[in-house]
């Protein structure tokens, strides 16, 4: 406005001249203008660093960016963050335009194109929140669109004809991250699908035996997996090229919820795979957003001793439950993967053995124990302590010592089996996907997958080191992907 009301007093210009902003600044306001644009060029700055981090994390969440390392600087705000590789390719992006324009007007060019289809992108969105969000009438989001949205549109408009003086810029890299973010969201969607599809059943995994070659050899087996249910598809490649797996064999999914911190109570759902003579477990692992991942040292403490005490609690509410799928098993019929839970929650989808008070709030179960030896001396003494529950067990034929007898019998070859497979070592088992396109597929899917995405994959942060897996242990197995 102020470069508008100069330009009407001062309509002959110098050809050689260019008309600058502070140029239209009277000569007596000159120096707390200069104060006030430094003071607004750092708040802006600082906006659209912000901002990036934001959009970044966001579009990683949504599987639309490639894994980058995001740092939460605040316990109590959860936009607060910090992203190192993003400020190091702003730093090297601000200093590549102030050097290859060198021009403040061309840089000016840019920015106002930048600002001004920020604007208008922010009132079309806006229009659909009045709709979908605010369940106004589309007259009104009509309105608001053709009021604010025509002004904007005249200062766009404007904009674009500097293009080929600078404006060309903010379109250039914003062409660029959408097809980043086109190209990584469609491959890790088609990804997903396909292990989605090829996915091993459970009847799969319980069939594998003696009878077919495999063995299993001593030790803790941590299948890292993306999908929460099912067999991936990693594992019976691994299977099939290597016939053995370990005695214990764990899936574990590692998760990101959006809280600062996850008790420790509630970080770990545990659940069976199969029957519990087959030693397999399933495990999600929940962490927040503020949430240190431990070393590997600790990390396998925690997960085994939840794994014990996960054991040692549903033995005595799963004796009816796991006869019906050893009976199942023994008759040939098709059974369920247990649901997860937290240690105290666990849930079966047969009928109960016993009925439950629902007046009476939820079971807490006491599970800190020293070694898996001292657990499995705690069996041997004393039954398990359930707080505020009342239970009224159902009558059956056999004799309460003698189930109970059985059932402590049972624990505690399992709580040795699975200290001995610690004592033996953990394996960290990862899938190294190669994506490839399908035959047939037109020649722009084939550079965006087998030369976009692998080239973006290869060049961000792979799961073994977001997952802290050491190097030592861990074991790689190539799944080619044709999407």
């Given at each position: 406005?102020?470069q ?7 309509h ?5 001249y ?8 009277p000569?007596?306001?000159r120096l707390?203008?200069v104060i006030?644009?430094i003071?607004a ?11 990036t ?6 579009s990683?969440?949504l ?5 980058v390392?995001?740092?939460h600087?605040?316990?109590k705000?959860?936009g ?7 400020n190091?390719m702003?730093?090297i ?6 050097v ?8 000016g060019n840019?920015?106002?194109l930048?600002v001004?289809?920020?604007m208008?992108v922010?009132t079309c969105?806006?229009?659909?929140v ?10 009104v ?5 053709v009021?604010f949205g025509?002004i904007e549109?005249?200062?766009?408009s404007?904009?674009l ?10 379109i250039?890299?914003a062409f ?7 190209v990584?969201h469609y491959a890790?969607?088609k ?6 599809h090829?996915k091993?059943?459970?009847e799969?995994?319980?069939e594998?035996g003696?009878?077919l ?8 087996g ?8 099912g067999?991936p598809?990693?594992f019976?490649?691994f299977?099939t ?5 370990h005695?214990v064999?764990?899936f ?5 919820v959006p809280v600062?911190?996850v ?6 759902l ?7 003579a087959?030693?397999?477990?399933r495990?999600?692992v929940r962490?927040g957003?503020?949430d240190v991942h431990q070393?590997v040292?600790?990390f396998?403490?925690?997960?085994v ?6 054991i040692?609690?549903g033995a ?10 050893n009976?199942r098993?023994?008759?040939g019929?098709?059974t369920?993967e247990c649901?997860l839970?937290?240690?105290g929650?666990?849930?079966f989808s ?9 007046s ?6 006491s599970?800190?124990?020293e070694?898996i030896?001292?657990?499995?001396k ?5 039954p398990?302590?359930?707080v505020e529950?009342?239970?009224?067990f159902?009558?059956d034929?056999?004799?309460e ?6 059932t402590d ?7 040795e089996e699975?200290?001995a497979a610690q004592?033996?070592?953990t394996?960290f088992?990862l899938?190294k996907?190669y994506?490839?396109?399908k035959q047939g597929?037109s ?5 965006a997958?087998?030369?976009g995405?692998?080239f973006?994959?290869?060049?961000c942060?792979?799961?073994n080191?977001a997952?802290r897996?050491p190097t030592v242990?861990?074991?790689e197995?190539?799944m080619?992907?044709?999407?």
């Amino acid at each position: 406005m102020g470069q508008t009301a100069y330009l009407s007093r001062h309509h002959q210009l110098n050809t050689q001249y260019h008309l600058g902003f502070f140029v239209s600044v009277p000569e007596s306001v000159r120096l707390p203008v200069v104060i006030v644009a430094i003071l607004a060029s750092v708040v802006g700055s600082q906006a659209i660093i912000s901002g990036t981090f934001s959009i970044i994390n966001q579009s990683q969440s949504l599987g639309c960016f490639p894994r980058v390392k995001v740092v939460h600087t605040s316990d109590k705000i959860h936009g607060q963050i910090y992203i190192p590789e993003i400020n190091w390719m702003l730093m090297i992006l601000c200093i590549a335009v102030a050097v290859g324009f060198r021009d403040t007007k061309h840089m000016g060019n840019a920015s106002g194109l930048a600002v001004m289809t920020v604007m208008l992108v922010k009132t079309c969105l806006t229009s659909l929140v009045i709709i979908l969000c605010w369940r106004k009438p589309p007259i009104v989001a009509l309105a608001f669109l053709v009021f604010f949205g025509s002004i904007e549109a005249l200062y766009f408009s404007a904009s674009l004809t500097k293009f080929l003086e600078g404006a060309w810029l903010p379109i250039l890299l914003a062409f660029i991250l959408m097809t980043v973010m086109f190209v990584w969201h469609y491959a890790t969607i088609k990804k997903y699908e396909f292990d989605l599809h090829n996915k091993v059943s459970l009847e799969w995994l319980l069939e594998l035996g003696p009878s077919l070659g495999i063995s299993r050899v001593p030790g803790i087996g941590l299948v890292y997996t993306n999908p929460v249910a099912g067999i991936p598809a990693n594992f019976s490649r691994f299977v099939t090229n290597l016939p053995a797996f370990h005695r214990v064999l764990i899936f574990v999914c590692v998760k990101s919820v959006p809280v600062p911190y996850v008790p420790q109570a509630e970080r770990y759902l545990v659940g069976r795979v199969g029957p519990p003579a087959h030693r397999s477990y399933r495990c999600i692992v929940r962490y927040g957003y503020r949430d240190v991942h431990q070393d590997v040292d600790s990390f396998e403490s925690e997960l085994v001793q939840n794994l014990a005490a996960f054991i040692r609690f549903g033995a005595f509410h799963s004796c009816e439950a796991d006869s019906r799928i050893n009976e199942r098993q023994l008759s040939g019929e098709q059974t369920d993967e247990c649901r997860l839970a937290v240690i105290g929650t666990l849930e079966f989808s047969g009928p109960p053995a016993y009925e439950i008070d629902q007046s009476v709030g939820p079971a807490s179960v006491s599970a800190e124990f020293e070694t898996i030896e001292g657990m499995a001396k705690m069996i041997e003494m004393e039954p398990v302590s359930v707080v505020e529950r009342k239970v009224r067990f159902a009558i059956d034929d056999e004799p309460e010592t003698d189930r109970q007898s059985a059932t402590d019998m049972r624990v505690l070859e399992e709580l040795e089996e699975l200290w001995a497979a610690q004592q033996a070592g953990t394996a960290f088992i990862l899938g190294k996907s190669y994506v490839r396109a399908k035959q047939g597929s037109s020649l722009l899917k084939k550079v965006a997958i087998e030369v976009g995405y692998n080239f973006l994959r290869r060049n961000c942060r792979g799961p073994n080191v977001a997952l802290r897996v050491p190097t030592v242990s861990l074991l790689e197995v190539g799944m080619v992907y044709v999407v």
